[in-house]
């Protein structure tokens, strides 16, 4: 089965559609002209439409001073902030996101709200994007990940790192994967749930057959303007029982993510009951 991403967006979308006078403003800055950061920025700038809310976009020179980004970051009053990545590397990241308010860090990579999900998991009104569309997916098929053996291929901060500890909260069994992991192809055979994340063409080759493959990497392809994920799809679609493909896959996912986050900080600050999972299991609530 192929997941249509695109679809699913669209429909958890409209149930985010602010119908109120007053809603939420989401501030992005965006650095340098990079087209591929462009086309991400319109993305959210399409969804923020789709669910009638405003949004400002700040665009600053390739070669911006951080001392520059950061004080324009701390004296924006928007509900929502978030600056596109990635940055040019004479910029800190980590400082850069550390300058948002962590109230406000729609993408929820501030080390307050990773420190949170550490402890609370899914019980947070905001959840990195990427990890939240690929639990999002899994709960759309109604896949139960209690006991199953989860290959989490990539570590990063941004996916690897808080999608494992998320699987993990749901008593999943997930081996974190990484550049130097030995016998990768081996540690992908046998999972039962296959999620890569590394940003490198056809890293995942084959799966056990009936095995769930969900593809969050993004890389150019060997045609000009083409994007591929990690996985050699037209081989594992043969093999698992669901994959995801690149493009339409996770990335609309990922948007219609941060659309729920805005959403749940202006609920939050409006004192509004903010959106938590109805499918979490008691036990994971009371654990």
Known sequence: MIFNGNQLANSILQTLRVTSKIKPKLGICLVGDSPASKSYVNRKLKACQEINVDAEVFNFSENVEQEQLIKHIQQMNHDGILVQLPLPPHLNKLDIIHSIPYEKDVDCLHMHNLQRILVYGELCEMLPCTPAAVLQILDYY?????????????????????????????????????????NLDQHIMNADIVISAAGHPKLVRNVKQGAIVIDVGISQGEKKG???????FDVVKNQASLITPVPGGVG??????????????????????????????DAYLND
């Not at 209690?146 to 500890?165: A, D, E, H, Q, Y």
């Not at 083409?226 to 050699?232: N, P, Q």
Request: net charge positive.
């Open 226 to 232: 083409k994007i591929v994920g990690d996985v050699d």
């Open 142 to 182: 109604d896949v139960n990940v209690i006991g199953k053996r989860v290959t989490m291929i990539g570590r990063s901060f941004l996916v690897g790192m808080p999608l494992s500890l998320l699987l993990q909260k749901r008593n999943a069994t997930v081996t974190v994967c990484h550049r130097e992991t030995l």
């Open 252 to 281: 609309p996912m990922t948007v219609c993510m941060l659309m729920r986050n805005l959403c749940n900080i202006w609920k939050k600050k409006q004192g509004q009951p903010v959106y938590i999972n109805p499918k979490l299991s």
